[in-house]
């Protein structure tokens, strides 16, 4: 039998007729970001992944309703807003996700990500880490190996926060976690919440689709707009700024797709912060003689 015809997905077809109904009866929500008028902007099939071939193996013919504020333009589903916990893992983050849908989850973008922090943070001892919604906990465990006290927290994979290390986290990094949540303010909220009440720097690795004004026409023409891969939240720099203030931060964007959310530090300090970590990085690129094997802690 098609994996699409089995009885699982006809319960994730009725939860999307449910949701479907509430989208005709509500022309416009709030934001979930800045609280403007957000009216229906596109539709998606649930079966979309992030890639120039947009399906698995077909569509699963269960629409995913996204809205855009007119404010920030943020975009964004409700589709998953009650989404039970046992949909998530049946539905998105089961082992087609793991080794199809999201290959470089286990091992690539870890260790691609742990170059990047530990030449954000290299050489000093100050910090202490946190990453959050680590996935398998392999970026944490790397950086910890490395010298640098890093612990893990995620909801659905692995935890491994140290009891000693609680309220000391003044460096937290979420690679690929914004996208997923279906509730930003709470996400973050719930980052400050773990982290120091002192100066804090938190890394968050998201795709942005400004520059500087709103590029997406229609979701169909941008492959990162993806219900199968949980992307169900979709920002604007805009849209990050007014998120940061929600929790008394400051938002740095320093690419498409990497931002600072800092208190305590200045715009100039993070950037030059940033600036040095790109140069770290290309002299490893250009010079592996020189730093291979070396620890980013000394």
Known sequence: MDA???????????????????????VEVPC???????QLFDVLDFGRVCSEAPYLDRPYAIP???????ECSFIFTNFFDEFPNEFWTRFVYNSDYYSIVDPEYQESRPRKNFHLIGAVLHNSRKWIGLDYGAGNGMLARLLDASGLPYDSYDPFGSTSMREELADKYNFCSAFEVAEH???PVGFLSDIVRLCTRDKLL????????????PRVASLSRWNYAAPRNGHVSLYTRTALDVLASRVELKCHSMSD????????????????????????????RFLPALFGGRRFLQ
């Open 4 to 26: 699409h015809e089995t009885p699982a997905v006809s319960e994730l077809l009725e939860y999307g007729i449910g949701r479907l109904h509430e989208v005709h009866e509500t």
């Open 32 to 38: 979930k970001i800045c609280g403007g008028a957000a």
């Open 64 to 70: 995913v309703c996204y809205r855009r504020c007119a």
């Open 181 to 183: 949540t279906p509730d």
């Open 202 to 213: 938190v890394l968050i690795g998201t795709h942005v689709h400004d520059d500087p004004g």
């Open 257 to 284: 797709n990497l931002h600072f959310f800092a208190r305590g530090y200045t715009s100039a300090e993070v950037t030059k912060l940033f600036g040095a970590a790109r140069t770290r990085l290309r002299l490893q």
